[in-house]
């Protein structure tokens, strides 16, 4: 019986990278199809509204609220966890007057990097990365950031985890002065927690690449090989997700909308050159990998010539037994050691001799 064909897990993972669209041809533009991973949970919008030592923390039932916070003269955070209803992110964008293609662009989790202008918001979307529970394989997460007058809003898939903990909590506890500043410095303080967050992500598979080239230099075996190739995509995928953030951060940084301050412009550029860090080590971890298969491939060509050397050796030292014992196995009647009580003897001695004769050979031309 024919064994079924087993397609491996790793080349499933490429598909990251070249997912099939979800929306289908001849739709008109804005229509709202969301192209993530089915969920069943609910969407929840989260509220920081803040001004100084005021925080409000709550909630939203209803998304037509957002309509009334347009109009209010604190910093409004709109944090909306889960993009799979899109009622939910239709009403919440028609209250902030989204354009639909905004919204569009929002519920299409396979954007990439980008930054776009509009007459009253700038639209921000980037990757945030997760690590998986073995801690050797990313899972993506798009957010979406809308920066407007007085509010920001976001828009997580809710993967896992909250990478934005931490700037709720200096939002709430009145630390540092983002409670002071303007709705783009709260933007700027999103973004710069995302990155930092790849800067842990490199970090643990730097530690995966040293122990691989431990590996390499002391046992490789095949085991190795797929683990560098698994780790070299992961490496392909942080650069897809990564390059365009480069460009978008630089125009984010040089643009010229009145919603981003000149105070906020400085704090821009301590992300960009962030985003270029993690560009260096993501571009250096590939070169290191793709060095590590080539040490891989000649460890294992040294081993198969070192067999085949010794094969080579054994074989020259037995082939001019081989040949003595050849003769003695003729078939001829008329041979002077046929009759020889000893020549069994004198036979086996000059094998040995022999045999002895090319070890010490080797030995002296150091080829054992």
Not at 112 to 141: Q, T
Request: glycine fraction near 4%; aromatic fraction near 10%.
């Amino acid at each position: 019986m024919r064994t079924p064909t087993v397609v491996k897990k790793p080349y499933i993972k490429l598909r990251r990278l070249f997912r099939k669209k979800k929306k289908a041809a001849g739709l008109p533009p804005g229509s709202l199809i969301y192209t993530g991973e089915k969920r069943v949970e609910r969407v929840t919008v989260n509220l920081l509204d803040y001004r100084g030592n005021s925080v409000t923390d709550r909630k939203i039932v209803d998304p037509a609220e957002c309509a009334n916070l347009l109009q209010s003269d604190t910093v409004s955070w709109i944090d909306v966890e889960g993009l799979h209803e899109t009622e939910t992110i239709q009403k919440i964008g028609e209250s902030l007057n989204l354009h639909p293609l905004v919204l569009e662009d929002i519920l299409n989790v396979d954007q990439r990097a980008k930054m776009e202008e509009f007459e009253d918001y700038v639209y921000i979307v980037l990757k945030m990365f997760h690590l998986k529970e073995n801690e050797s394989e990313i899972a993506p997460e798009q957010v979406s950031i809308i920066l407007g007058k007085n509010y920001v809003a976001t828009f997580q898939e809710g993967i896992e985890g909250d990478t934005f903990q931490e700037i709720r909590e200096r939002i709430r506890n009145n630390k540092g002065i983002i409670t002071k500043m303007t709705p783009d410095y709260l933007v700027y303080s999103i973004i710069d927690s995302i990155i930092d967050s790849y800067f842990s992500v490199l970090e643990k598979f730097g530690d995966r690449i040293e122990t691989l080239e431990e590996e390499l230099v002391n046992n490789p075996e095949k085991q190795t090989l797929t683990e560098i190739y698994r780790l070299k995509r992961e490496m392909l995928f942080l650069r897809k997700s990564v390059w365009p953030l480069r460009e978008a951060i630089s125009r984010l940084e040089r643009g010229e909308s009145e919603l981003i301050t000149r105070s906020t412009h400085l704090y821009l550029r301590d992300v960009y050159d962030h985003t270029i860090n993690v560009l260096d080590t993501v571009e250096t971890y590939r070169d290191m990998l793709s060095g590590m298969i080539d040490i891989y491939l000649s460890s294992i060509s040294n081993r198969l010539n070192e067999t085949m050397k010794y094969l080579a050796l054994i074989s020259t030292i037995f082939i001019p037994m081989t040949f003595i014992a050849s003769i003695y196995g003729m078939n001829f009647e008329i041979m002077p050691e046929l009759q020889w009580v000893h020549g069994y003897w004198f036979a086996l001695g000059i094998m040995a001799m022999v045999g002895i004769a090319f070890l010490v050979y080797f030995k002296m031309k150091k080829w054992v």
